[in-house]
């Protein structure tokens, strides 16, 4: 739902000479040839010289830009091959791999970069939330535009509870700017007892609901989960360390009826169940901490 900056890539790989691509990317370059630019689905002849670059959907051929620097023709062509030598090897499905960011400790993606056009985001979570947070996440994302206001056993039924005590927990690292109107809100959704998924949407449509109305400045709310184990596996018997099919699909619906206002933040992992300072709780080690913070600030900063 965020996007990245794949599309830069291309413009600087016509810059390059004799640039090359791995298999499956889109496309290896030849020795400086005359190869014809695919062109929505027609062999197109070279734009601005020779040398046409193959895009996705199509077995069109790839020339050096060296010997001219050819335009690169239309996604979805199927432009014709060149002779060996003047021309670039055509490859089957140039499409693009998935991102994958977390480190590979899990396989799982720890979610694309957000843009930062928020002057005060305030995270609202659970002692675990202020380890990672302490870990190196506030240090990686700028400590001016960012707060947190958590504690130990901050559940999601007790802040769907507009005087509940949390509520007025201190903010931790204040925002140099609108620290106390906030425009973003990142909230971590969390409970020992909830299990249905219609219990988890409304407690989580409550929470909503009293974040609107006590920072009526957010623009934008962000739900998160707590550290997830490896592969979303059981760390020892600290059930907290697994996040249920139900949950994410509560969270899921809340944001789907907001109208774009509420959005599902990324997940992300610990590397090893080691990260977990105990088997029966969900506390990080330091070094768990600083690996699930480096995790979150890259798709934060």
């Known amino acids: 739902m965020w996007t990245g900056v794949r599309s830069g890539l291309s413009a600087l790989c016509l810059m390059v000479i004799g640039c090359a691509q791995s298999p499956g990317t ?5 020795p400086g040839g005359s190869g014809g630019s695919a ?15 193959a895009v996705a959907g199509g077995g069109g051929t790839t020339g050096d830009v ?19 030598g003047t021309g670039g090897t055509a490859v089957t499905d140039a499409a693009p791999p998935e991102d994958s960011a977390d480190g590979g400790a899990s396989g799982r993606d720890a979610g694309p970069t957000m843009p930062q056009s928020f002057t005060c985001s305030l995270i609202m ?21 960012w707060e947190i ?26 925002c140099a700017t609108n620290a106390t109107m906030p425009d973003r809100v990142l909230f971590v959704v969390y409970s020992k007892t909830i299990t249905a ?17 006590k920072f009526p400045s957010v623009k934008q709310i962000d739900l998160l989960s707590m550290v997830r184990g490896p592969e979303d596996k059981i760390c020892g018997t600290a059930v907290a360390t697994v996040v249920s099919a139900a949950q994410d699909q509560a969270a899921q619906a809340v944001a789907d009826s907001s109208g774009g206002m509420i959005k599902v933040g990324p ?31 890259a798709a934060y900063k």
């Open 26 to 30: 889109r496309g290896t370059s030849g």
């Open 125 to 145: 979570g659970a002692g675990q939330t202020l380890q990672w947070f302490n870990g190196g996440f506030e240090s990686a994302v700028g400590t001016a535009k």
């Open 66 to 84: 060296a010997g001219g620097g050819g335009s690169a023709g239309a996604t979805g062509g199927a432009g014709g091959t060149t002779a060996s």
């Open 149 to 174: 206001k958590a504690t130990d056993n901050t559940y999601t039924e007790a802040w769907a509870n507009p005087a509940n005590a949390f509520w007025n927990l201190a903010v931790l690292s204040p």
């Open 267 to 297: 997940q992300y992992f610990a590397p090893t169940c080691a990260a977990f300072a105990t088997t029966n709780n969900t506390n990080l080690t330091p070094a768990g901490a600083a690996a699930v913070a480096q995790m979150l600030s």
């Open 39 to 53: 062109v929505s689905g027609s062999g197109g002849s070279a734009v601005s010289g020779s040398g046409g670059s």
């Open 197 to 213: 998924e219609a219990d988890w949407e409304t407690q989580i449509n409550k929470v909503m609901a009293n974040i609107k109305t």
